[in-house]
């Protein structure tokens, strides 16, 4: 059986790749853009390409029976439409909460007639690099929305439950897995968290509404606006955090703390 990861040296992909090794998989082909550079594990086909590219998905695709599809929604419709072509059975994407800009997506996944299932990831515990050029240069945090809460994930959970799903298609058709993390923390509740995995009180200042934009808008270019929209969103409805990892893992989805500890080296 041959599994086709795409986006296989994003956070995600990368992962899904190691959890499917870790799990014995042994018929595992990797899409990457650039192979020499990728340095994805022995025992993996790997292949050029990018999702973004659907010209180059018809030879990625020969053969393959499952996918994980990386989010790339301008392109998705016509990769999905290859992939059926190609006579895939099934596809795991991951994408986003339904309604958002992924929304194409999951649209055009359902659109191409394969077996699906959706992973719908909150906001990703990795996000936090936002705040990485802060906490290197000092111990004060300057942010927005620090009350705001919502239930972050690990990606490595995202790619723990891609796998089990590649792995076990029959149980999971048509379903859509929203994914966070175990617990809803509010970004100041992050920062200490952080703080506490390297051993430093770290402060957390409030910007004001102007200080915020131009801060995100430095970090994040175009993106900036919409993600202050979406702490704007979320203050008035946090997030609550739900099981599906624990469901479908059998073990506790990852704590932030311990994404933290895990992580660290981004903060120092
Ligand atoms: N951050 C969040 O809170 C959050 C929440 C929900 C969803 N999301 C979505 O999750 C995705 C991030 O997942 P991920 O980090 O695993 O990355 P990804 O978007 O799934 O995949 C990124 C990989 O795609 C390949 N790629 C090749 N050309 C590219 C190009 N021009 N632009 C972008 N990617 C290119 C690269 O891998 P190769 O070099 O191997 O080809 C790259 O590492 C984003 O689409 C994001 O919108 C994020």
Not at 126 to 153: E, F, K, Y
């Given at each position: 059986?041959?599994?086709?990861?795409?986006?296989?040296?994003?956070?995600?992909?990368?992962?899904?790749?190691?959890?499917?090794?870790?799990?014995?998989?042994?018929?595992?082909?990797?899409?990457?853009?650039?192979?020499?550079?990728?340095?994805?594990?022995?025992?993996?086909?790997?292949?050029?390409?990018?999702?973004?590219?659907?010209?180059?998905?018809?030879?990625?695709l020969?053969?393959?029976?499952?996918m994980?599809?990386?989010?790339?929604?301008?392109?998705?419709?016509?990769v999905c439409?290859l992939a059926a072509e190609a006579?895939v059975?099934?596809i795991?994407?991951?994408?986003?909460?339904?309604?958002?800009?992924?929304?194409?997506?999951?649209?055009?996944?359902?659109?191409c007639?394969v077996?699906?299932?959706?992973?719908?990831?909150?906001?990703?515990?990795?996000?936090?690099?936002?705040?990485?050029?802060?906490?290197?240069?000092?111990?004060?945090?300057?942010?927005?929305?620090?009350?705001?809460?919502?239930?972050?994930?690990?990606?490595?959970?995202?790619?723990?439950?891609?796998?089990?799903?590649?792995?076990?298609?029959?149980?999971?058709?048509?379903?859509?897995?929203?994914?966070?993390?175990?617990?809803?923390?509010?970004?100041?509740?992050?920062?200490?968290?952080?703080?506490?995995?390297?051993?430093?009180?770290?402060?957390?200042?409030?910007?004001?509404?102007?200080?915020?934009?131009?801060?995100?808008?430095?970090?994040?270019?175009?993106?900036?606006?919409?993600?202050?929209?979406?702490?704007?969103?979320?203050?008035?409805?946090?997030?609550?955090?739900?099981?599906?990892?624990?469901?479908?893992?059998?073990?506790?989805?990852?704590?932030?703390?311990?994404?933290?500890?895990?992580?660290?080296?981004?903060?120092?």
């Amino acid at each position: 059986m041959k599994i086709l990861v795409t986006g296989a040296t994003g956070n995600v992909g990368r992962m899904v790749v190691d959890e499917l090794l870790a799990l014995g998989v042994s018929g595992i082909r990797a899409l990457t853009v650039d192979p020499a550079a990728a340095a994805l594990p022995a025992g993996v086909e790997v292949v050029r390409g990018f999702v973004g590219r659907p010209a180059t998905m018809p030879a990625a695709l020969a053969g393959v029976e499952r996918m994980y599809l990386a989010p790339h929604p301008a392109s998705a419709a016509e990769v999905c439409r290859l992939a059926a072509e190609a006579g895939v059975r099934h596809i795991v994407d991951m994408a986003g909460a339904k309604g958002e800009h992924w929304q194409a997506v999951e649209d055009a996944v359902e659109a191409c007639g394969v077996a699906y299932t959706h992973l719908e990831p909150g906001e990703f515990m990795s996000n936090a690099d936002l705040w990485a050029p802060q906490i290197r240069a000092g111990d004060v945090v300057r942010d927005a929305g620090g009350d705001v809460v919502n239930a972050p994930v690990a990606q490595e959970d995202i790619a723990a439950v891609a796998a089990r799903v590649l792995l076990s298609p029959a149980d999971h058709v048509g379903r859509s897995y929203e994914l966070t993390g175990p617990e809803a923390l509010s970004r100041r509740q992050k920062v200490a968290a952080i703080g506490r995995a390297l051993g430093r009180d770290l402060e957390y200042v409030e910007l004001t509404g102007d200080e915020a934009r131009s801060l995100f808008t430095s970090l994040m270019g175009e993106y900036g606006d919409w993600y202050l929209d979406g702490l704007a969103q979320l203050a008035g409805h946090p997030q609550p955090a739900v099981s599906t990892v624990a469901d479908l893992l059998g073990r506790p989805a990852m704590t932030y703390e311990e994404w933290a500890r895990r992580h660290s080296d981004l903060f120092r």
